[in-house]
């Protein structure tokens, strides 16, 4: 084959690697914002849940990402960093028996709660409840949980002890995993 034919090939698995990778990135697009929703609307319930008295958020951080497992399936992950003059025990009380309802899973078959999504589609959904996280941070470090590696330290979350002086720093959060991923490319 001449040089100029071998030119027209590879030309041509340009055009056509570059449109399947215009078509994928529009699935993925959707699948992003629909996943951002989700995440918006568990945002929405972990807020809404009752705070200890005597203490403040510091900082908080919400993502939907591949943060445990092996792949092709989306995280949800909610987390709050709290200064409290409360004590440990007094934290866990407070916190014991709190849920907040996770990520809307669509149902098969019929039988659950109708929503509507944003483009007038509806479709039936349940929502699992999830428990609460609550970990203090000593030494710099929360011990979020078995194969959980999300920001544990003050150092990710760009907080000290002195951001702290009279109370202790913990993080609360929830992780909901195992989601179909939808073709969001930050879930594979």
């Not at 529009?26 to 568990?42: F, H, I, K, V």
């Not at 008295?53 to 900082?59: G, W």
């Not at 866990?92 to 999504?117: F, M, N, T």
């Not at 202790?168 to 490319?185: C, T």
Request: hydrophobic share 40%.
């Amino acid at each position: 084959m001449k040089r100029s034919h071998w030119l027209l090939v590879l030309g041509g698995l340009a055009v056509v690697a570059g449109v399947a990778l215009a078509v994928t990135s529009l699935g993925g697009t959707e699948a992003m914002r629909r996943n951002d929703a989700e995440l918006s609307e568990l945002v929405a319930r972990f807020d809404a849940l009752p705070r200890p008295p005597r203490s403040r958020l510091l900082a908080s951080e919400a993502e939907v990402g591949l943060f445990v497992g092996m792949g092709n399936h989306c995280d949800f992950y909610v987390g709050q960093v709290w200064c409290s003059e409360l004590s440990p025990e007094e934290l866990a009380r407070h916190h014991e028996g709190l849920r907040v309802l996770g990520v809307d899973l669509p149902l098969r078959g019929g039988g659950g709660p109708v929503r509507s999504s944003g483009d007038g589609a509806r479709e039936e959904s349940f929502s699992i409840p999830l428990t609460l996280r609550v970990a203090p941070f000593e030494d710099g470090e929360a011990d979020a949980g078995p194969s959980f590696f999300h920001r544990t330290s003050l150092a990710e979350w760009d907080l000290s002890p002195a951001d702290c002086p009279a109370g202790r720093l913990y993080l609360v959060h929830v992780l909901d995993d195992g989601h179909d991923p939808r073709d969001d490319l930050r879930c594979h």
